[in-house]
């Protein structure tokens, strides 16, 4: 399989280190939204996209990128994300980004999220919050869900 993961990860590198840990198991190439190559995206058959969360989304550089991708028939493609704070049930931050893969034509397999170092404004106060994440089990729980993906096992959240 084929396999390429899209990644903006701007402040300390957490989300890098989950699309490190995905692209293991995958046997993907990392690359961020500057360096993707459409062309190595059209012949990929699973493409991942993910991002930190900024204000309760992901990050612009990764949604722009998406919004500029032309529409047509794609394979499959999953959303990951990391953030300080949980993702709230009814208005999961990973929700806009699956939609607007899903315009694109992507079939989206699932989404996964775990928590990181987080120093956005009230929590640089304190020294930032969750210091020690994603942690071994997050990341652990992230190369779990990208074998799922690997072996076809159905959409995965």
């Not at 993907?28 to 930190?52: H, I, M, N, R, W």
């Not at 315009?103 to 996964?112: I, L, N, Q």
Request: hydrophobic share 45%; with cysteine.
């Amino acid at each position: 399989m084929k396999a390429v993961i899209v990644c903006a990860s701007v402040s300390h590198g957490n989300t890098r280190r989950v699309a490190d840990s995905m692209a293991q198991v995958l046997g993907a190439k990392v690359v961020s939204p500057e360096q993707a190559d459409l062309a190595e995206l059209t012949g990929a058959d699973l493409v991942g996209f993910g991002s930190g969360v900024f204000y309760g989304r992901l990050h612009p550089r990764l949604t722009d990128f998406v919004k500029a991708l032309p529409t047509r028939q794609r394979g499959r493609a999953f959303v990951f994300a990391t953030s300080g704070l949980p993702e709230m049930p009814l208005a999961p931050f990973t929700r806009p980004l699956v939609q607007l893969l899903e315009g694109k034509g992507f079939e989206v397999d699932g989404s996964f999220s775990c928590r990181a170092f987080d120093t956005w404004a009230p929590f640089k106060l304190v020294g930032g919050i969750h210091r020690q994440r994603p942690n071994v089990g997050d990341l652990a729980a992230a190369r779990a869900f990208a074998g799922r993906l690997r072996d076809g096992r159905g959409p995965v959240s």
